[in-house]
């Protein structure tokens, strides 16, 4: 299994920049895809992106195409989401979340998930 914990989350205005952070343990971080999710008070939980487990491929929300950008580090086993130009509608919980094999945009298929964290965009 593998653990993980994400951070970096805050309060910032309109245009501003954040960077999340997941740092996971367990089992070797390499062998994983990474995700990450937002759901916002009420709504359901969506796809922001994901990375295969050698960083060869990402994919983004079209909402966050341009603004976002996700990267792992294999060294420090954690992974990142990088967010400029944020936006209100961008206020939301943002789990990371991890799976093996196949790379997805589906919350369903991943099997590893931390406790979120809070970004709120004020306007």
């Known amino acids: 299994q593998v653990q993980l914990v994400e951070s970096g989350g805050g309060l910032v205005q309109a245009g501003d920049s954040l960077r999340l952070s997941c740092a996971a343990s367990?089992?070797?971080?390499?062998?994983?895809?990474v995700a990450w999710f937002r759901q916002a008070s009420g709504k359901e939980r969506e796809f922001v992106a994901a990375?295969?487990?050698?960083?060869?491929?990402?994919r983004y929300a079209d909402s966050v195409k341009g603004r976002f950008t996700i990267s792992k580090d294999y060294a420090k086993s954690t992974a990142y989401l990088q967010m400029n130009s944020l936006k209100p509608e961008d206020t939301a919980v943002y789990y990371c979340?991890?799976?093996?094999?196949?790379?997805?945009?589906?919350?369903?298929?991943?099997?590893?998930w931390g406790q979120g964290t809070q970004v709120t965009v004020s306007s």
């Open positions: 990375i295969t487990w050698d960083g060869g491929t990402t």
């Open positions: 367990g089992r070797s971080f390499t062998r994983y895809h």
């Open positions: 979340a991890a799976k093996e094999i196949v790379v997805s945009t589906r919350k369903d298929e991943y099997d590893y």
